[in-house]
């Protein structure tokens, strides 16, 4: 069953898409958006991860900017998405994954997954409220790397990706060694379906990847 919801945060109300599988939840994830707001893709992903047993809130992060924004797949919309994570910040960002995070503890163990930004704010969820998290694509993730971990985190990039230069993915394996990290031969964005940067058995093996790393960290 999915629906929107309305999650009561530090910084007002803000909807969130919530997937719950057919039966009790095994345990529960935080979807993080892109840069082009809880779309039918995010809104995709989490029906998949409710499909597998997961119950899932997806927050539409630019509520607290401009409620119910959507932004296209393009120059402008891409250019519109920067600016408002931008303007909303990661501060508020991690406080609307916590007041998620939160509505979802009565379905146990809860987790993160996040891509493009959102890859980075599940970075940041890891480190600073103690969420499992996978990230995926987070091209803002080098200046948090020195950051401690309170929690495990699974990295996935692309190897064509101009955003994310291979000296970046480096300094994730060398700053946090402990810590899975991956590469695919794949552009940024490969896990999204839509779009010419889809690249399907990269985005099928990151996430099967990612699903045993869930089912080994939120069990």
Known sequence: ???????????????????????????????IQEIFGANAHIRRVADQYAADGYAVLAPAFFDPLEPGL?????AAGTA?????????GVDRAVDIVDA????LAGHGRVGTVGYCWGGTIAMLAAQ????????????????????PFKAPAIFHFGAQDP????AAVAAHREKQPSMQVYVYPADHAFNREVG?????????????RTLAFFSE???
């Not at 898409?17 to 057919?22: I, T």
């Not at 519109?80 to 909303?88: I, M, S, T």
């Not at 998620?100 to 509505?103: G, M, S, V, W």
């Not at 010419?196 to 099967?208: D, G, I, K, T």
């Open 1 to 31: 069953m999915s629906q929107w919801i309305t999650l009561d945060t530090a910084h007002g109300p803000v909807r969130a898409w919530q997937a719950l599988p057919d039966g009790p939840a095994r345990a529960a994830l935080v979807v």
């Open 70 to 74: 959507e932004l296209d797949y393009d």
């Open 80 to 88: 519109r998405g920067k600016a408002l994570v931008d303007e909303l």
């Open 100 to 103: 998620a995070a939160r509505a």
């Open 128 to 147: 600073r409220l103690g969420l499992p998290s996978a990230s995926y694509y987070g091209a803002r993730n080098v200046p948090f790397l020195d950051i």
């Open 163 to 166: 955003s994310i230069p291979a």
């Open 196 to 208: 010419a940067h889809y690249h399907a058995p990269s985005a099928a093996l990151a996430r099967e």
């Open 217 to 219: 960290t939120l069990r």
